[in-house]
């Protein structure tokens, strides 16, 4: 068995920093939002041209959530809605998404499962997917995600076989695709994952799923105002990666980026998927900070 390394990666497969390619990682950095309150204060400090990831909210409708990108959109942002099949209430609100990607002049979308109550047919992501490009929709790239760390309800097998099944469908339609993943705080553990699912046949680029610059403290008010249902069930999913985050000292971005930049090539990681927690102010800062450094 392999030793484990204070870099997160294995002896058995050692990884150099690769600066060229963590910059590049941290320059297209897509900034994932949350609606709340403060989203409209905490937007003024997205960089110009950023691309933008707006939650679906269970707390909220998938319509709010367009709401938002419409108006990311008017201000020249790239936009990429989530959209969480189990909020999607029938073929009719289908319709009326696809509808409105198309006005707003969106080109990428995210899909997830979710976590709310079904509020239509829909249970999963890939029985909306289908449903959604069933319709053509004028877009270029589709989002879904994966879990490094393992779903607590799903086998590690039935998860492999949906990423293909949506891999495929993505093909099929004559898309683009990438898988984001969920948070996980090991290098080692997003390594040893992406090899497994290279070796399974899912060859969708990855988009690393990072928690920028956050405040415990805000973090967890957060947590509390996104519903305590929800957060309920995000802590029963990612207890050790939530425990890592609060831990005084247990995480900062580059932990994490820094060691995989050095396989993101051969692993086909091409992208960082932020979560703000809609500390913008902190999480840019932190980015800036990082380029800076990684320039000299």
């Given amino acids: 068995m392999a030793t484990r ?3 997160g990666l294995s002896r058995a497969n050692p990884s150099k920093v690769d600066r060229t390619v963590q910059r590049r990682l941290l320059e297209g950095m897509t900034y994932e939002l949350i609606p709340l309150k403060n989203l409209a204060d905490q937007s003024q400090h997205l960089p110009d041209g950023a691309t ?12 709010d959530t367009l709401d938002l990108c419409a108006g990311y959109a008017e201000k ?19 319709d009326r998404i696809v509808q409105r990607v198309r006005d707003i002049g969106i080109r990428k979308v ?11 047919p829909f249970t999963d992501a890939a029985g909306f997917l289908r449903s959604f490009l069933d319709r053509r929709p004028e877009i270029d790239v589709v989002g879904i995600g994966s879990y490094p760390d393992g779903h607590s309800t799903i086998p590690e097998q039935a998860l492999v076989d949906a990423q293909i099944e949506k891999q495929e469908m993505i093909r099929e339609a004559g898309l683009q695709g990438y898988m984001a993943t969920q948070m996980c705080f090991d290098a080692a553990t997003i390594a040893d994952w992406l090899e497994r699912r290279r070796a399974a046949g899912v060859d969708l680029p990855c988009h690393l799923g990072v928690p920028g610059a956050v405040d415990r403290t805000k973090l967890l008010t957060i947590s509390i105002r996104l519903g305590i ?29 820094a060691p995989l930049s050095g396989r993101a ?3 086909g990681i091409e992208g ?6 809609n500390a913008v102010d902190t999480t840019e800062d932190w980015r800036l900070k990082s380029l800076k450094k990684l320039s000299r």
């Fill in 5 to 7: 390394l204070t870099n």
């Fill in 52 to 63: 933008v990831s707006v939650t679906c909210s269970p707390a909220k409708t998938v319509d």
């Fill in 76 to 94: 020249g942002y790239t936009v990429i809605p989530h959209f969480a099949a189990r909020m999607v209430e029938g073929e009719d609100h289908v």
């Fill in 110 to 120: 995210f899909c997830i499962g979710g976590d709310a109550d079904p509020r239509g």
């Fill in 229 to 257: 249902g929800h957060s309920a069930r995000y802590l029963k999913k990612n207890k050790a990666s939530v425990i890592r985050l609060l831990s005084p000292g247990g995480y900062n971005p580059n932990k994490l980026v």
């Fill in 265 to 267: 090539d051969e692993l």
């Fill in 272 to 277: 960082i998927h932020c979560f703000t927690f």
